[in-house]
């Protein structure tokens, strides 16, 4: 993902938040998980920054929401934190951006409920153009 597409993806979710009077955190990553922008509007919490870089950098590294992967992690008793990777995280809100069928980065929000985070973020990658899903994972879904 270049720098414009993630600033547009970053200005999407911020308008969408300010339409209905909510204050988030919003990063956007590579496909590595690598921060490529990030902002905390006025008024959110310095923990939602913390947040929504965590579930971004989780949704990149795993190329799934951090739902998905704390529902997995649930269902087969793995603890994330054996992973060894102590910025992951199974909070919702951390959504993977695919271009055709490959990751190309990921979105996290966080500032709002869990639903809420994860419902803006697939919004402002819908708002680009661009998908939650690769090719693979919407014929496994």
């Known amino acids: 993902m270049d720098l414009d597409t993630a600033t547009n993806m970053m200005q999407a979710a911020i308008t969408a938040a300010r339409a209905n009077n909510q204050h988030i955190a919003i990063c956007i990553t590579d496909s590595h998980g690598e921060l490529l922008c990030f902002s905390r509007m006025d008024d959110a919490s310095l923990q939602a920054g913390v947040l929504a870089q965590t579930k971004a950098y989780t949704a990149a590294r795993e ?76 014929t496994a879904a």
């Open 63 to 138: 190329r799934q929401t951090t739902r998905q992967l704390a529902s997995w992690a649930q269902e087969t008793h793995k603890d994330m934190g054996y992973w060894n990777d102590g910025k992951f995280t199974g909070i919702a809100g951390g959504v993977p951006v695919f271009m055709d069928a490959r990751c190309v980065g990921a979105i996290g929000v966080s500032g709002l409920s869990e639903m809420e985070d994860e419902a803006l973020g697939i919004a402002a990658i819908a708002e680009c153009g661009l998908a939650t899903k690769g090719k693979m994972q919407e």
